[in-house]
């Protein structure tokens, strides 16, 4: 079992930064793929960005809309994950979850654990 623990969120105008972070406790925090994910209300859940550690590094991918804004990263010694958001917009506002798998990728089926989320509230 891997526990997930989100925190940063909040409310800021567009243009702002934040960073989230997500704390992880139970097994290896290294041997997973790690991602964020958002929901805004009335929509599905959105794939937004992961981590994966390979033999030859980290391999980082982003959703098209936040690529260039927001950056990823992981810190293995610190159990712990950071999504930093620059030049944040109002339709960034959203959940946002954090998420762990052994499988990956862009979908929430690549992940079996979950944090409770975050809100991000981004105005105008």
């Known amino acids: 079992q891997v526990q997930l623990v989100e925190s940063g969120g909040g409310l800021v105008q567009a243009g702002d930064s934040l960073r989230l972070s997500c704390a992880a406790s139970?097994?290896?925090?290294?041997?997973?793929?790690m991602a964020w994910f958002r929901q805004a209300p009335g929509k599905e859940r959105e794939f937004v960005a992961a981590?994966?550690?390979?033999?030859?590094?980290?391999?980082?991918y982003y959703v098209d809309s936040v690529k260039g804004r927001f950056t990823i990263s992981r810190d293995n010694a610190k159990n712990t994950m950071y999504l930093q958001m620059n030049s944040l917009k109002p339709e960034d506002t959203a959940v946002y979850y954090c998420?762990?798998?052994?499988?990956?990728?862009?979908?929430?089926?690549?992940?079996?654990?979950w944090g409770q989320g975050t809100q991000v509230t981004v105005s105008s």
């Open positions: 981590i994966v550690m390979t033999w030859s590094g980290d391999s980082i």
């Open positions: 998420a762990a798998g052994h499988s990956g990728g862009s979908s929430r089926y690549g992940y079996d654990y």
């Open positions: 139970g097994r290896t925090f290294s041997n997973y793929a």
